[in-house]
């Protein structure tokens, strides 16, 4: 398997521009999550979809933000209007996504990550 | 709200040398995971644990998780310079599949 796949690698835009990250999850896996990592914050889950339906969005930081699973091979993560704050490396996961009683057992694993900057 | 705090932040050692890396929450977790990360790539897990007092053994890395269930550790013994890299632990919650990351420990193993 190839793994989680995101898009682009690195992005570089100017404020107010919109930006659209790309993922592809492993084949067979029922969630995905979306994550912001940064030096000030660490590691911050901003959405996460389980059967492509949006379960717990409470970290995505404002209306600037938006993603969708249309699908469950494919889902994006849209910012629009951009902002410098913006800037950060975005992590898509995914994982078996079972059942929920199975939370904290399963692996979430990691795409490479979009390295965001906003000038 | 759930925080995972751990500690160091930063930890810069000599090749051999011990070191151990804590998590600490007032929260209970139903799982604690630790993830290593390298320059450039996603986090990729190395071990759960699930037991109150549980202790798991990787090579030259061993994890506890604390009675409780609201900490954890990991101790490298005679650490090498491939053990470089961000460590971070994540809780887990039975009934959900989210996950709390830590804030990190960043570690430099020097040759």
């Known amino acids: 398997d190839a793994g989680v796949i995101q898009s682009p690698r690195h992005e570089v835009t100017e404020m107010g521009q919109e930006v659209t990250l790309r993922c592809k999850p492993i084949?067979?896996?029922?969630?995905l999550f979306w994550y912001r990592q940064t030096m000030m914050r660490g590691l911050e889950l901003l959405i996460y979809f389980n059967n492509n339906v949006p379960i717990d969005d409470s970290g995505m930081p404002e209306d600037r933000f938006s993603a969708k699973m249309p699908n469950a091979s494919f889902s994006t993560l849209k910012i629009q209007p951009s902002e410098p704050r913006d800037s950060a490396v975005y992590f898509c996961?995914?994982?078996?996504?079972?059942?929920?009683?199975?939370?904290?057992?399963?692996?979430?694993?990691f795409g490479p990550g979009t390295r965001l900057l906003v000038l | 709200t759930q925080l995972l705090e751990q500690s160091p932040q930063f930890l810069s050692i000599q090749e051999g040398e011990n070191l151990t890396v804590y998590c600490n929450s007032s929260s209970v977790f139903s799982s604690l995971q630790w993830y290593r990360q390298e320059p450039g790539e996603g986090p990729v897990l190395l071990v759960t644990v699930v037991t109150g007092g549980e202790v798991k053994k990787l090579k030259r890395l061993t994890f506890q998780f604390g009675d409780a269930r609201k900490d954890s550790s990991l101790h490298i013994t005679a650490a090498q310079p491939g053990d470089t890299g961000l460590y971070l632990c994540a809780g887990g919650t039975s009934g959900t599949y989210k996950y709390i990351f830590g804030t990190g420990t960043r570690l430099k193993v020097l040759a």
């Open positions: 084949s067979g896996h029922n969630s």
């Open positions: 996961a995914s994982s078996l996504g079972l059942a929920p009683g199975r939370g904290g057992l399963e692996t979430q694993y």
